[in-house]
Nanobody
Framework: QVQLVESGGGLVQAGGSLRLSCAAS????????MGWFRQAPGKEREFVAA????????YYVDSVKGRFTISRENAKNTVYLQMNSLKPEDTAVYCC???????????????????????WGQGTQVTVSS
């Protein structure tokens, strides 16, 4: 069982930056594709970014391309989301997720209204003020 713990959320002004971290338990972290998702109040959960097991492939939703960067350090069992040029519409609870033996693109796939991931973290709040 993989447990995921996010950190790094907070309150920031528009145009500012935050870096989220997601620490994973277990010794099989490098076999998982990792992703970040977000959910704003009253809205559906949204895919944000994903990275494959080695870090060689990444995938982003159009609204964050050029502003957010996902990366990972397998030696530390950690995945990051660097968020720059933040906008008020980025305000949400951000969760990381893991899917074993998957591509980055597969993290954004939905079926029956659900993202097909294996493990979810609890989330960290990001609030961007205008």
């Amino acid at each position: 069982q993989v447990q995921l713990v996010e950190s790094g959320g907070g309150l920031v002004q528009a145009g500012g930056s935050l870096r989220l971290s997601c620490a994973a338990s277990g010794r099989t972290f490098s076999t998982y594709a990792m992703g970040w998702f977000r959910q704003a109040p009253g809205k559906e959960r949204e895919f944000v970014a994903a990275i494959n097991w080695s870090g060689s492939s990444t995938y982003y939703v159009d609204s964050v391309k050029g502003r957010f960067t996902i990366s990972r350090e397998n030696a530390k069992n950690t995945v990051y989301l660097q968020m720059n040029s933040l906008k008020p519409e980025d305000t949400a609870v951000y969760c990381c997720a893991a899917k074993r033996l998957a591509t980055a693109q597969a993290m954004g796939v939905m079926s029956g209204g659900r993202f097909l991931v294996d493990h979810w973290g609890q989330g960290t709040q990001v609030t961007v003020s205008s």
